[in-house]
């Protein structure tokens, strides 16, 4: 029997990765509210094209988890001191700005008998169409039972107004998720300034539609950006 006649074969093409969908953590999304102009679309270029990378690192971990260090087992900044000098020697300069203020942030809570770390959980927000990563650094409860979820502020300069209003409301959104019955927090560490919801004036449906305006141009910008 002769063989069976061959048939042409249509060549598939080659997969494409899809374009990334548009989403922010809290970090990103305040740091984008706090820009203005032309410097917005840089900023969301910019995270649109660590997204694909999968590139970006966070250098204040081992700073955090000192500071966390210090409150759980009471030692007054031994831990925040020590830290120093066990980052890479490349982070060194940067940790030994920052212990200051996290040393004189530590001092502010007080009676470090009277406060205990509290667990957060993330939650994921949606601020119009975009969906947004709440994600505090870690939670407090007071011995007079009342707590907060404690976000920090790690940057060379201060947080616009704009930036710690969306910081502030947008975790407030969500603490029954975050830490229920706990007040937001922002600590700007290398200032020793602590935020919170009372130094926001403006009213909460106010700063909704202001914020969903602010995410449905991040939305336009990450779409368009290469």
Do not use: C
């Not at 709440?134 to 979820?149: M, T």
């Amino acid at each position: 029997m002769a063989p069976p006649p061959a048939t042409a074969s249509t060549p598939t093409a080659a997969p494409t990765n899809p374009a990334p969908v548009p989403y922010a953590t809290l970090l990103g999304f305040t740091r984008y509210v706090g820009q203005s102009g032309p410097a917005k679309a840089t900023f969301v270029g910019g995270l649109r094209r660590q997204r694909v990378s999968r590139s970006g690192f966070n250098p204040h971990g081992q700073l955090v988890k000192a500071l966390k260090a210090d409150i759980r087992f009471r030692t007054g900044g031994s831990h925040l001191a020590a830290v120093v000098g066990q980052v890479a020697q490349r982070w060194q300069p940067l940790y030994a700005t920052l212990t200051p203020g996290a040393q004189r942030y530590l001092e502010s809570l007080g009676d470090l008998s009277q406060v205990e770390l509290a667990q957060t959980h993330d939650a994921l927000g949606m601020v119009g169409n975009l969906p947004v990563k709440i994600n505090p650094h870690f939670g407090l409860r007071y011995a007079d039972g009342h707590a907060e979820a404690v976000r920090i502020h790690f940057d060379d300069q201060p947080p616009s107004p704009d930036a710690y209003t969306a910081t502030l409301h947008l975790m407030a959104r969500h603490m029954d998720q975050v830490l229920p019955h706990a007040e937001p927090v922002l600590v700007d560490l290398r200032r020793g300034t602590t935020f919170r919801r009372p130094d926001v004036t403006s009213r909460p449906d106010q700063v909704e539609r202001w914020l969903a305006g602010e995410a449905a141009a991040f939305t336009a910008i990450w779409s368009t950006a290469g």
